[in-house]
């Protein structure tokens, strides 16, 4: 199996990296990132999270490890379809603005990369536009 790398739309977010990062880096917040007339089942605490995706499978994310106001190293958890990590990094761009986005990278076989590549890079996006939208509110 032929690894497949997805990496979202960058955002500008009018935050400091610091702020950006402690959002994210608790996992109870990402609910606030995903389509929510697309996901059901949602269970989630500090550092671990999963959902289900409509007419899918449910995806269990564990927070592997991460590095204070530049990155969170996620990796699926015991029930997805296929192995995949997730990194969110934050670009320091001054003391209120800050760059982010996110890389996928999963091990998925020829025909199911077919179906999901661009639901996935669809999702990425959606939840890179999302962090912005959320974390400028607060």
């Known amino acids: 199996m032929a690894s497949t790398k997805i990496e979202s739309n960058r955002v500008i977010i009018n935050k400091s990296a610091e702020f950006v990062f402690n959002f994210m880096n608790d996992f109870n917040h990402i609910i606030q ?16 999270c999963s ?64 179906m999901v590549v661009k639901p996935l890079t669809n999702l990425f996006n959606y939840m890179a536009n999302k962090l912005k939208e959320v974390c400028e509110q607060n």
């Open 33 to 48: 990132l995903l389509p929510q007339d697309k996901i059901s089942d949602w269970q989630s605490d500090e550092n671990q």
């Open 51 to 114: 959902f289900k995706i409509q007419n899918a499978a449910v995806i269990p994310l564990v927070k592997k490890d991460s590095t204070p106001h530049s990155q969170i190293n996620i990796i699926s958890g015991d029930k997805t379809p296929f192995p995949f990590t997730l990194v969110v990094t934050f670009n320091t761009i001054d003391d209120n603005t800050t760059e982010a986005f996110l890389n996928f990278e999963g091990e998925i076989n020829a025909f199911l990369k077919m």
